[in-house]
Structures are given as structure tokens and as C-alpha cells.
């Protein structure tokens, strides 16, 4: 069974920066694709950024060109670096295997975009 942990999320201006990590129970950064999602209230939860075994990223158009994925294969940890941040991005964002396992959803990290 996989865990998978995020964290660094919190409050922040709008314009500003955070960046995310999801730490892994297990070496399996380079054998699986990754993504990083969020989901507001009311809303679904959606993906955000993908990160394959190759290393090929993907993103929403949303946060193209302000959110950046990307891993630490020897310390089993996917980052979100994410920048400009407006209040549209404030949401529980989660990491998880793409296309997701329902049973290693983590808990999420809160990240509010707010003056």
C-alpha cells in the first residue's frame, strides 16, 4: 500500500508563491506517473499538473505557465511550485498516481490565495 503525504501549503497573497510536496512511502516516482490535483469548495477535484515516468509534463490550462511539477526520484518526493497565485487557486491540493488510485488519496494540503 502506497502513502503519500503533502504538505506546504497555506495562506497567501495573491501574486505570491508556494511550493508543494508529496512525499512517498515507496520508490515509485520513477515506475508511475504522477499528478498533482485540487479541489475547491463546491467544486470537483480536478488535475492540475502531471508528471510522467519519462519525465513529460502536462498542465491545466489554468495554471500553464505559473505552476511547475516536478520530483526527487532519491527522496521519493513530487513538488508543485506554484506562482501568481490568485484567489481562483485556493483549494485542498492532492497528489496522487495519474490516473489516480481511489484508495491513496492522502489528505491534501490547504493552500488559500486571499489579501
Known amino acids: 500500500q502506497v502513502q503519500l503525504v503533502e504538505s506546504g501549503g497555506g495562506l497567501v497573497q495573491p501574486g505570491g508563491s508556494l511550493r508543494l510536496s508529496c512525499v512517498a512511502s515507496?520508490?515509485?516516482?520513477?515506475?508511475?506517473?504522477m499528478g498533482w490535483y485540487r479541489q475547491a469548495p463546491g467544486k470537483t477535484r480536478e488535475l492540475v499538473a502531471r508528471?510522467?515516468?519519462?519525465?513529460?509534463?502536462n498542465y491545466a490550462d489554468s495554471v500553464k505557465g505559473r505552476f511547475t511539477i516536478s520530483r526527487d526520484n532519491a527522496k521519493n518526493t513530487v513538488y508543485l511550485q506554484m506562482n501568481s497565485l490568485g484567489p481562483e487557486d485556493t483549494a485542498v491540493y492532492y497528489c496522487?498516481?495519474?490516473?489516480?488510485?481511489?484508495?491513496?488519496w492522502g489528505q491534501g494540503t490547504q493552500v488559500t490565495v486571499s489579501s
Open positions: 496522487n498516481l495519474h490516473p489516480p488510485v481511489p484508495s491513496y
Open positions: 515507496g520508490s515509485i516516482l520513477s515506475i508511475y506517473n
Open positions: 508528471l510522467s515516468r519519462g519525465g513529460m509534463t
